[in-house]
């Protein structure tokens, strides 16, 4: 069973920085893709961020610009470097990995969740 442990959350100011971190307790290369989902109080869970084994990301487009979605494949961690946050940006955030298998199927594996509060 694999497991995610996120870490990095917290209060911050409007237009501060915020770095999140999920370990992994295997390697990277058993997964296709990693990212980043978020959930705002009253609202659905949507995607933030994701990267591609072969290293591609794609954002939402409320966050381009000012997301960078990025791994260490040595310390099997992904990463989430957040700048100029909004309040808007205030949720729990996510992490997971998709795994694919050769029938097709696919198991995602998802961190606990860390809070994020963007607020002065």
């Known amino acids: 069973q694999v497991q995610l442990v996120e870490s990095g959350g917290g209060l911050v100011q409007p237009g501060g920085s915020l770095g999140l971190s999920c370990a992994a307790s295997?390697?990277?290369?058993?997964?296709?893709?990693m990212g980043w989902y978020r959930q705002a109080p009253g609202k659905q869970r949507e995607l933030v961020a994701h990267?591609?084994?072969?290293?591609?990301?794609n954002y939402a487009d409320s966050v381009k610009g000012r997301f960078t979605c990025s791994t260490d494949n040595t310390k099997g961690t992904l990463y989430l470097q957040m700048n100029s946050l909004k309040p808007e940006d205030t949720a729990v955030y996510y992490c997971?990995?998709?795994?694919?298998?050769?029938?097709?199927?696919?198991?995602?594996?998802w961190g606990q969740g860390t809070q994020v509060t963007v607020s002065s």
């Open positions: 997971y990995a998709r795994q694919r298998y050769a029938d097709g199927t696919t198991y995602d594996y």
């Open positions: 295997r390697n990277f290369f058993s997964f296709n893709d």
């Open positions: 990267i591609t084994s072969g290293g591609i990301t």
